[in-house]
């Protein structure tokens, strides 16, 4: 189960950067204009942590996977538009680890530099 699991992990990386882009300037205020007619004025995303389900325990460090939920899983923190699409994600923790752990293991996080400019969304 551990090599699938690294398998995916491994397959699916590579394309996120395709996929998932963190908005541009010109993006984010567009967003959030709109974000802002819903009645969330200077909004960009919605961030949320999830368990993603392993089907067995993992052979090493099988406990770590056990989540508080009561089932062994992969923990994943995600960023989302009002489109639904991915912005930004983190994945690869283990279930027992905290929601807040994995956000602040994300660049947004440790660089919001990077993401907001000055008088910026």
């Not at 590579?14 to 010109?26: E, Y």
């Not at 709109?34 to 052979?59: A, Q």
Request: aromatic share 10%; glycine share 6%; charged share 20%.
């Amino acid at each position: 189960m551990a090599h699938c699991t690294t398998r995916v992990i491994t397959a699916i990386t590579p394309l996120s950067s395709r996929f998932i882009k963190w908005p541009t300037a010109a993006e984010r205020l567009e967003i959030s204009a709109e974000m802002g007619k819903k009645g969330v004025p200077n909004c960009i995303g919605f961030i949320d942590g999830s368990h993603l389900r392993l089907v067995s325990e993992p052979v090493e460090d099988g406990i770590s996977y056990f989540n508080r939920k009561s089932f062994y899983s992969l923990n994943m923190t995600a960023i989302v538009n009002y489109k639904k699409a991915i912005i930004g994600f983190q994945l690869g923790f283990p279930g027992k680890v905290h929601d807040m752990t994995v956000f602040k293991s994300m660049s947004i996080y440790k660089n919001p530099q990077l993401h907001f400019r000055d008088n910026d969304i």
